[in-house]
């Protein structure tokens, strides 16, 4: 060999050495305790995902919810089948994510993105399931209506273009059923529609009988029944979302329809009581009250497009007041409200008036609008204040004006609010029966 010279500064060597980031690249299954899987021998970050290859050398996607000391903890996005002490752990370096096109209109997804009937996404873009919502300041004021073709939500609870809206109701009282009426008739270029918890045999019901051919050649849907981990029902919800903001950042008028956020809160308590924490309140950890704001502020205006968000409210023993409903209510801009006692008496949708609200209705109806809103809203409280009196023959017909017009106008308003699931009508005609009932229309 010839007489080369190598000039090796080993000061300087050893230096680099000692700051290079040492990288785990397989770690190994130390032990299962419930839904957690414990790992050793990774570095890894929270939500990254990491590949768990069981006894058969079947992969099962994992993702990392938290850490103790030095080993990381796991929850599956898949069925713990197979796995044992030893099987070998590998860290992907990224976070969940899906792609996202033009092509996902008319197809139906699992919690993660994937179709369910085999046709997945060729080309595409690819959206983080958890992002930071749009900046506030960089929001749209809303001040257009958006129809949704419910003569009881349009006339009385009219929605703007943006909005987000809870439908809140105790089971069976047809929370699905208003969702696919809404789903149908509203007036937006795409709809986001995820089924969070749900039995499975209500999804092909909804497809079929409440959303119909028409309104899913416009649609996404993403389903994450309730016999799936807790982790992809909790993935479900965030999927849905990041789906909507693909189509907001073209420009597009989303709808996103969310049944149910409940059973998201409760896939977050399962979650958060699987990795130590604390239970508050009603069982509900910190961490579900942390969420809900951090899901629901990603709907709405953006400088592109807009999000127009229906998320509904499975309410406990229909207690309108339990923690998740009302943590929602004072996250959304309007509640509707499905009573059990209009159900009771065949009143679909079974919406009370009187319970609900929109919190920009009276921002963006029109004057003549509002007003026969208001008086609508004006005879239904006073029939309902007298309505036991009424009921029993004990109220004398002219002791009271107000309550003359109550009795008097209170079919034609029963018969307002009534509404087929196939009856299509459209705002304007809504609104302009609204009207003219006070004048003489």
Do not use: W
């Not at 873009?125 to 209506?145: A, G, S």
């Not at 699905?176 to 749900?198: F, H, P, Q």
């Not at 209500?202 to 996404?220: A, I, N, T």
């Amino acid at each position: 060999m010839g007489d080369y010279m190598i000039d090796i500064d080993f000061g300087t060597l050893i230096k680099s050495v000692k700051e290079c980031e040492t990288k785990y690249v397989e770690g190994v299954v130390s032990q299962v305790i419930g839904l957690t899987i414990e790992v050793k021998g990774i570095k890894a970050f929270v939500e990254e995902v990491c590949i768990i290859y069981n006894e058969k050398n079947n992969p099962i996607p994992c993702e990392v919810v938290g850490f103790k000391q030095d080993d990381v903890i796991l929850m599956p996005l898949g069925e713990l089948v197979g796995i044992s002490p030893g099987c070998k752990v590998v860290p992907t370096g990224r976070p969940l994510s899906v792609k996202c096109s033009n092509e996902l209109l008319g197809k139906i997804l699992d919690g993660l993105g994937n179709s369910l009937t085999g046709d997945n996404v060729d080309k595409g873009v690819y959206y983080r399931l958890d992002t930071e919502p749009p900046d506030p300041l960089k929001r749209r004021r809303i001040t257009e209506v958006i129809g949704t073709g419910v003569r009881a939500i349009d006339g009385f609870l009219t929605c703007g273009e943006g909005q987000r809206i809870g439908i809140f109701a105790g089971s069976g009282v047809g929370k699905s059923t208003t969702l696919g009426m809404i789903a149908r008739e509203a007036k937006a270029d795409v709809n986001v529609i995820a089924l969070i918890g749900e039995r499975g045999r209500e999804v092909r019901d909804f497809l079929e009988k409440d959303l119909g051919e028409e309104g899913m050649k416009k649609s996404v849907i993403v389903c994450a029944t309730s016999d799936k981990p807790a982790l992809v029902r909790l993935k479900g919800a965030f999927t849905a979302t990041a789906i909507a903001e693909y189509f907001r950042d073209k420009g597009k008028k989303v709808i996103l329809m969310m049944d149910s956020v409940t059973r998201f809160a409760m896939a977050q308590r399962e979650v958060g009581l699987a990795i130590g924490e604390p239970p508050a309140t009603k069982g509900y950890t910190p961490s579900v009250f942390a969420k809900l704001p951090r899901l629901m502020e990603r709907a709405g205006m953006s400088d592109k497009g807009s999000i127009t968000a229906f998320y509904t409210v499975l309410v406990d023993g229909d207690d309108f007041n339990e923690p998740i409903a009302d943590a929602v209510r004072g996250i959304l801009d309007g509640h509707i409200v499905l009573s059990r006692e209009l159900a009771g008496k065949n009143h679909y949708p079974a919406i009370d008036i009187l319970s609900s609200i929109s919190r920009l209705m009276s921002e963006i109806a029109d004057d003549d609008h509002k007003k026969a809103a208001g008086l609508a809203r004006d005879l239904l409280a006073t029939y309902k204040n007298n309505e036991d009196l009424i009921n029993i023959g004990a109220y004398a017909k002219g002791s009271n004006k107000k309550v003359d017009a109550a009795i008097a106008y209170n079919d034609i308003l029963n018969s307002y609010l009534k509404q087929g699931i196939k009856e299509v009508t459209t705002f304007n005609e809504n609104i302009d029966k609204l009207k003219k009932m006070f004048n003489g229309g």
